[in-house]
């Protein structure tokens, strides 16, 4: 059985820094792709970042290019997203994501990050 | 920039009855790249199509999905209790490489 474990959400001020996980089960992260998506409160749903199968190739939404970085660490099977310069608006459920390339077959429970002074 | 637009915002149906959901691209897209998820509250969501037209494993057949270009539909053929959700579409594209519909929430009339 597949299952996606995300952590490290909580409160952080603005200006701040978080780093959430996403470990994985009944599943490789490297031979997967593996994105995170986020849901603001009450509304819908953002793509936020990917990470390629393989080589690793990155890819970011523009609200968050240059300030959240994706990775991943193969011997832990473990997703990473590092978050900088945290906003107001970056408040959300971040939810890790994985399977094709063109779709998401797992998702995790989602990691509630709260961005306020 | 892809956009997708899903309608009607709400859709208000009984169990038992049928339900179109859609979902209009900005421009045309390949069917390989839509899929549709639904959302229950507090939740994630569960990917219910993919290709346009391929059920998930383990998606009832009730669920079908359909379209091409920049018309597509998701179709519930007769509605269980637990159908009623929120409802997104996606699309991969190049630049952002994946965008979502608002969502279509379908509630019990």
């Known amino acids: 059985e597949v299952q996606l474990v995300v952590s490290g959400g909580g409160l952080v001020q603005p200006g701040g820094s978080l780093e959430l996980s996403c470990v994985a089960s009944?599943?490789?992260?490297?031979?997967?792709?593996m994105t995170w998506v986020r849901q603001a409160p009450g509304k819908g749903l953002e793509w936020v970042s990917v990470?390629?199968?393989?080589?690793?190739?990155?890819y970011y939404a523009d609200s968050v290019k240059g300030r959240f970085t994706i990775s991943r660490d193969n011997s832990k099977n473990t997703l990473y997203l590092q978050m900088s310069s945290l906003r107001a608006e970056d408040t959300a459920v971040y939810y890790c994501a994985g399977g094709a390339k063109y779709y998401f077959d797992y998702w995790g429970q989602g990691a509630l990050v709260t961005v306020s002074s | 920039e892809i956009v997708l637009t899903q309608f009607p915002g709400t859709l208000s149906l009984s169990p038992g009855e049928r339900a179109t959901l859609s979902c209009r691209a900005s421009q045309s897209i390949s069917s390989n790249y839509l899929a549709w998820y639904q959302q229950k509250p507090g939740q994630p969501p569960r990917l219910l199509i993919y290709?346009?037209?391929s059920r998930a494993t383990g998606i009832p057949d009730r669920f079908s999905g359909s379209g091409s270009g920049t018309d597509f539909t998701l179709t519930i053929s007769r509605l269980e209790p637990e159908d009623f959700a929120v409802y997104y579409c996606?699309?991969?594209?190049?630049?952002?490489?994946?965008?979502f519909g608002q969502g279509t929430k379908l509630e019990i009339k």
């Open positions: 290709g346009a037209s």
């Open positions: 009944g599943f490789t992260v490297t031979s997967n792709y």
């Open positions: 990470i390629y199968s393989g080589g690793g190739t990155t």
């Open positions: 996606q699309q991969y594209g190049s630049s952002p490489k994946y965008t």
